[in-house]
């Protein structure tokens, strides 16, 4: 009998396969479970258990797949919904025993991919697999091929626009840049040369040295143009006139191409624009000759003060002495005439000099200027209209009220001298705050100052002229006609006083003169003593008044006077909390409940009764009885009130 090829496995044996195989399947990372076709697992590993982390007592013979679905679902693991929703749906899928494919992303950010195939007739064989790491080495790589991928478009954009580029920033630099070939034609400008000759960047290549840039220029030029197409780099400035006349000042270097044999193709050109230094150098000179001018003007001014004062008085001394001799008084008189005239122009020496004696104080310039008005309208002829432009709010200088009044007089006339057939002179007052470049510009302190602006529309001066305005003794009015010195001494003056003249003008567009002067604080109040005196004299307590309403403040105070109190004001609470430091002499203070400055009527009450607690506080407002007004214990007097009212609120304020 022959033996069988397979002999028949005993059941211990069989008993050993299977263990053998669940520990090969265990060995496994892959999950693996076969789910019969009742749907209860008949085969499994521990990587299924433990990737999915299940209960170990699910992996048991016979655990119904509904249990694991139910599990997952309790747990989160299909987002929300209803369970049995969930788990009904899940296992009418399996029913079907249809080849399945998916992934999940479970909550503790695994991914599982899992594979089911379809036994006919018995169930389904399904593997689970972690691809986490994969998908993570995926999405990597995808955002490496992305990154790589962008930069390689950016660099070939960047290779297809560097000519571009090269442009953008030739044309962003502040510098004006251009090449011109052997033949002298330009092939490239950036846009700082093109508009440097007023021409559109894409206007000059193409186009000849002499055509871009005019033929005086090119003239002046050819030595220069001749130098650098021989090989040899030079530097040199000029000047460009443009169309609208100003004159603006450049430096320039040239630079040869060489070809590979040595020859010359071309140059660079590389300007800048120096016209701001050159300025500035012009100023300084400047200033450095009027400070000489200045210096020898006084040393002379005092010497001729000297001498004047000697021939003044000698020759008033003989008229006195002879008062009836007509002919002595024929020669003395215009020698008197003319040595009066030296002590005018002295003075003004001095002034330009910056050595007169000035008395400055804060001065009301807005005020000032229209008292002045009256005056200076009767001087000038009356085809010349006079306008205005004054601030309602007080403006104060620091400045001497008496020499600024002859400026503006100067300045007027300079004006009505431009305008000999008649025209237009606008004067304006301002503040202005000056910082930095701006201040520089006008050769000032940065600080606050009052600017006072005269503009006229007459003839306008050349900038030659311009440029010599300001020095002693230049005049274009021709012998007889003036001293020049009339704006030698505004200059002088301003200086003096911490500001500065500043002109602008050209030819038919009349002349603009800036004057500044730093600006201040008002004037301190009258000294104590005075006010003193002004109470014991009234036979009444001093009133401080604190009204910011300058019409009812007048009111009030004609009340008060009327009432026989002495008075002192303050616009503010800030204001009466500085007089009441300075002036014992106060007794009662009355003030307005709503005030500007950040100190209104309550604050002052309350700093008056810790500073003073003897003078009597008395508030009155317009809002009196309103909501808005709570004054505690310090008495309120209702707007508007008679002068009884007013008198019985002050006595029952007394301390």
């Known amino acids: 009998m022959p033996r069988p090829l397979f002999p028949p496995i005993a059941a211990t044996d069989t008993a050993a396969r299977l263990d053998l195989m669940q520990a090969g399947l265990d060995m496994v990372n892959q999950g693996f479970t076969i789910i019969d076709s009742n749907l209860r697992l008949v085969a499994w590993n521990r990587s299924f258990i433990e990737m999915l982390e299940f209960p170990p007592e699910f992996g048991r013979f016979g655990t119904p797949f509904e249990t694991f679905m139910r599990y997952n679902a309790e747990r989160g693991e299909y987002g929300p919904g209803p369970v049995e929703e969930l788990v009904a749906e899940r296992v009418n899928a399996a029913r079907a025993f249809a080849p399945h494919y998916f992934e999940r992303v479970r909550p503790n950010g695994r991914i599982i991919a899992i594979s089911g195939e379809p036994v006919p007739g018995r169930g389904f064989v399904t593997l689970y697999t972690d691809i986490t790491e994969q998908r993570n080495s995926e999405r990597l790589i995808r955002e490496q091929n992305n990154e790589l991928e962008r930069r390689v478009a950016e660099r070939t954009e960047a290779l297809s626009r560097s000519e571009e580029r090269l442009r953008l920033i030739t044309d962003a630099i502040p510098a ?43 003239a002046e030029l050819r030595p220069h143009l001749d130098a650098v197409l021989e090989g040899r780099g030079v530097s040199y400035e000029y000047a460009l006139r443009r169309g609208d006349g100003s004159l603006r000042h450049a430096s320039s270097t040239l630079v040869p191409e060489f070809g590979p044999g040595g020859e010359v193709r071309g140059a660079y050109v590389l300007s800048a624009d120096v016209t701001e230094q050159k300025n500035t150098q012009a100023a300084l000179l400047q200033a450095r000759k009027m400070e000489a001018v200045g210096q020898l003007a006084g040393g002379l001014a005092h010497d001729f003060n000297n001498m004047l004062t000697v021939v003044i008085g000698n020759l008033a001394a003989l008229k006195e002495r002879r008062p009836d001799d007509a002919a002595l008084a024929d020669c003395l008189d215009p020698a008197l005439t003319a040595a009066r005239r030296g002590v005018d122009l002295i003075r003004r020496l001095l002034s330009f000099a910056r050595q007169q004696s000035l008395e400055p104080r804060p001065v009301d310039v ?103 305005a300001l020095e002693p003794f230049f005049t274009t009015k021709g012998y007889a006609a003036g001293s020049g010195l009339g704006l030698s001494m505004v200059y002088g003056f301003a200086k003096q006083s911490g500001g500065g003249l500043h002109l602008a003008s050209a030819p038919g567009a009349g002349t603009a003169a800036r004057l500044h002067l730093p600006r201040c604080a008002p004037a301190p109040q009258p000294e104590p003593d005075g006010i003193g005196m002004l109470a014991a004299a009234a036979g009444h307590d001093l009133v401080l008044l604190v009204e910011d309403d300058a019409e009812v403040r007048r009111v009030v105070r004609m009340q008060l006077t009327g009432l026989g109190y002495p008075v002192i004001e303050a616009a503010n609470g800030a204001e009466a909390l500085a007089l009441l430091e300075q002036i014992e002499q106060i007794a009662l203070v009355l003030s307005d409940v709503v005030m500007p400055g950040g100190v209104d009527g309550l604050s002052l009450a309350r700093e008056v009764r810790a500073r003073r607690p003897g003078v009597g506080v008395l508030l009155m407002s317009g809002y009196a009885g309103g909501p808005d007004v709570a004054t505690g214990d310090v008495p309120l ?10 008198a019985a609120a002050l006595e029952s304020c007394r301390p």
């Not at 400008?189 to 559109?200: D, I, L, T, V």
């Not at 009767?378 to 085809?383: G, H, K, Q």
């Open 176 to 218: 004006l840049i251009a090449y011109f070939d052997c033949n002298r034609v330009y092939r490239f400008a950036n846009r700082g040369y093109a508009e440097w000759f007023g021409r559109r960047k894409e206007d000059v290549p193409g186009r000849d040295i002499e055509e871009v840039i005019g033929s005086r220029l090119a």
């Open 366 to 468: 807005a005020r000032l200027l229209g008292e002045l008005l009256p005056l200076l309208r009767r001087s000038l002829p009356e085809s010349i209209v006079v306008d205005t432009d004054l601030p309602e709010a007080a403006l104060f200088a620091m400045t001497d009220p008496h020499q600024l009044e002859n400026a503006l007089l100067n300045l007027a006339f300079n004006a009505r001298d431009a305008m000999p057939g008649g025209g237009r002179l606008d004067i304006a007052v301002g503040a202005r705050a000056l910082a930095g470049t701006a201040a520089a510009d006008l050769d000032l302190a940065p600080g606050d100052y009052i600017e006072i602006a005269v503009q006229d529309s007459g003839q306008g001066m050349s900038a030659a002229v311009l440029a010599r």
């Open 637 to 646: 007097l209702a707007k508007p009130f008679s002068s009884r009212e007013l």
